[in-house]
């Protein structure tokens, strides 16, 4: 069965520091992947999508993450946090049969302290 | 083109009632698909119509249904409210078609369902 796991709930970074966060998925087929940010009381904003060809994807607001099949992973990736990234992230992966229907993960929320 | 838009934004019902949220796709999306998202549960997905048809469906009572009208918008309907139905709802549209290729979801803003 389509699974997404993130397996951090709650991380807390300064700001100016470096993120990663991590998301693994278990699919039979290939998967297209999504990172999704979310601000309290509002809709998801889509970060980046991987759906083919370079591994590595650039999304909006300075965040990247990597694609590595080998490991089922798709880790987001920014190099310095501003306290406006404090949000919730979602995972996600679509891309099963004849449905665009998304798997979400349960979410990644992020402090970040001044 | 405008995004995707959820009507209304906020609602507030008691336990018994029945509620209907409605989905207005991007121009040109034949495909829309419906989330629950709580804080217990995270984000689930509820069911995906495409072309007026119920294409997939997820784990979620009878008293959840829906439904696409021609010119693809959509409406969602709970009947007989319970407490744990309070959530944000979120409707995505996208191209549809399915097959060999996806197609990505745009979301829209959500309804804020509070059951008292």
């Known amino acids: 069965a389509q699974s997404v796991t993130q397996p951090d709930i709650h991380i807390t970074v300064s700001e100016g520091a470096s993120l990663e966060l991590r998301c693994n998925y278990s699919y039979g087929a290939t998967p297209y992947l999504f990172w999704y940010v979310q601000s309290p009381g509002q809709g998801l904003q889509l970060l980046l999508k991987y759906f083919s060809g370079d591994t590595l994807v650039q999304g909006i607001k300075g965040f990247e993450a990597e694609f590595k099949r080998s490991q089922s992973s798709f880790n987001l990736r920014k190099p310095s946090v501003h306290w406006s990234d404090a949000a919730e992230y979602f995972c996600?992966?679509?891309?099963?049969?004849?449905?665009?229907?998304?798997?979400f993960g349960t979410g990644t929320r992020l402090q970040v302290f001044p | 083109k405008a995004g995707v838009t959820q009507t209304p934004r906020y609602l507030i019902k008691t336990r018994g009632q029945q509620v209907t949220l409605s989905c207005s796709p991007i121009s040109g999306h034949r495909s829309v698909s419906w989330y629950q998202q709580t804080p217990g549960q995270g984000l689930q997905f509820l069911f995906e119509y495409f072309s007026e048809t119920q294409r997939n469906k997820g784990n979620f009572p009878g008293r959840f249904s829906g439904r696409q009208f021609s010119n693809s918008r959509s409406e969602m309907n709970v009947s007989t409210l319970e407490l744990g139905d309070s959530a944000l709802y979120l409707c995505a549209s996208s191209l549809g078609g399915g097959g060999a290729s996806y197609n990505e979801q745009f979301f829209g803003p959500g309804t804020r369902l509070t059951v008292l």
């Open positions: 996600a992966v679509g891309g099963y049969g004849s449905s665009d229907k998304l798997i």
